[in-house]
């Protein structure tokens, strides 16, 4: 079984996922490292020298590589991936999909503190990221509300969170 975790930045996918593949022994994958081991550059250095499109190319051909798989996995997903191509379609067919959602002013407080490690957010100022995320949200919620799973994080500990996450999917 693979299950995915999706959500905008700063929604938890990272550090949910990590805890969560502890607990159910399952192989850990975060798309974004993975993309960035493989071809041994960060993100926001392959959106720099190489652009946004070749990055949704790498991060398809990486995603359908994992979901191929056989393996027990969960998987970290980027905010954007379900976004691209028909991504969403794919996660849903071969995975058990989890979208964490979080209101604007947790992922603005959350995201604030991690601007150089995020291209997208990295030139906005503090006071125009709630503007910035509310927007971006209107545009990916449809793809991310696809999910077969969507859970509220806002106010739960990553506990409750991954306790939420195995009962839903009958782990």
Partial sequence: ?????????????????KILSDKINFKLIDLDKEISRRNKLTIPEIFEKKGEIYF?????ETLEEILA????????????????????????????????????????ERISKQKEKRPLIAKISDENLPEFIAKHLF????????????????????????????EKLYL
Avoid: C, W
């Fill in 139 to 166: 545009e990916r919620n449809i793809f991310y509300s696809k999910a077969q799973f969507n859970i509220n994080t806002d106010n739960k500990t990553p506990e409750n969170i991954i306790q939420e996450i195995i």
């Fill in 1 to 17: 079984m693979i299950i995915s975790l999706v959500g905008y930045m700063g929604s938890g996918k990272s550090h949910i996922s």
């Fill in 69 to 108: 798989t056989q393996e027990n996995i969960v998987l970290s997903l980027g905010g954007g991936t379900p976004v691209y191509y028909n991504n969403m379609e794919i996660i849903n067919n071969s995975s058990k999909s989890v979208f964490l959602r979080a209101s604007i002013a947790t992922l603005a």
């Fill in 56 to 60: 949704r190319k790498l991060e398809r």
